[in-house]
């Protein structure tokens, strides 16, 4: 029976990710804002919650995230940035992933294969950007990358069967995507959360520190 442990489990694509990991016959513990008090933007916060849990995990998920703070939409272009969307932005999507690394490593085992993914967006690819626009999203979400990338190498030393990616689940059709849907088309929450199960259990070693998409392929940095 594999151990898991979904941080930002309240939330669409967080539910799903429980749900489809009980269906294959995980323990799963669950950590959110709403059902445990658990704050992504607090050190303090972060620190508590992850000292209190027990034992080790096979996998663990951060599948935090919000496209829209304090009802601040997506710039159309560099001349709408504000610093406090910008900042509300780094605060959530990617210094907060980087709390959690800050304090997890007890919670992966040394001896066996374990994988921390955080689920970023392709829209966070630098090599990828053709549009413009959405620059705050888009940098925090590139600074996640950046964050996971580095951190895959510090635990490749400590926990040599670690595996620690970045994640695009795909357009999921959740709350968190309604309005930007358009002529996208958006896979339901349990097709991305089984997608994306898929993808983490065929992960190697070889694979830690890189940026895959619900497929598993690739994406550009």
């Known amino acids: 029976m594999k ?5 930002g489990a309240s939330g669409g694509i967080g539910t799903a990710l429980t749900l489809a990991a009980q ?3 995980d323990h799963v513990v669950t950590l959110s804002r709403s059902q445990d008090g658990f ?4 050190e303090a916060s972060v620190k508590a919650h992850l000292g209190a849990l027990k034992g080790q995990f096979d996998r663990i998920i951060v599948a935090t995230g919000a496209l829209e703070i304090d009802g601040a939409q997506p710039e159309k272009s560099i001349k709408s940035i504000t610093q406090k969307t910008m900042m509300d932005q780094f605060t959530l999507n990617a210094i ?7 304090h997890v490593s007890a919670l992966l085992p040394k001896d066996r294969r374990s994988t921390f993914a955080v689920l970023s967006a392709r829209v966070g690819s630098i090599g990828d950007n053709r549009l413009g626009g959405w620059i705050s ?10 964050i996971v990338r580095t951190a895959a190498i510090e635990l490749s030393r400590s926990h040599p069967h670690s595996i620690c990616v970045a994640l695009h689940p795909g357009t999921v059709a959740t709350p968190f995507t309604e309005k930007y849907l358009g002529r996208h088309p958006a896979v339901a929450p349990d097709d991305a959360a089984n997608n994306l199960l898929s ?3 065929a992960l190697t070693t070889q694979d830690t520190g890189a940026f895959f998409d619900w497929a598993g392929k690739a994406v550009p940095w």
Request: aromatic letters at 4%; hydrophobic letters at 50%; zero cysteines.
């Open 3 to 7: 151990q898991t442990l979904i941080i």
């Open 137 to 146: 999203y888009r940098s925090a979400k590139a600074a996640v990358n950046q």
């Open 199 to 201: 993808v983490i259990d």
């Open 96 to 102: 907060g992933p980087a709390l959690v690394l800050a």
């Open 23 to 25: 269906a294959q016959g």
């Open 39 to 42: 704050d992504l933007t607090d």
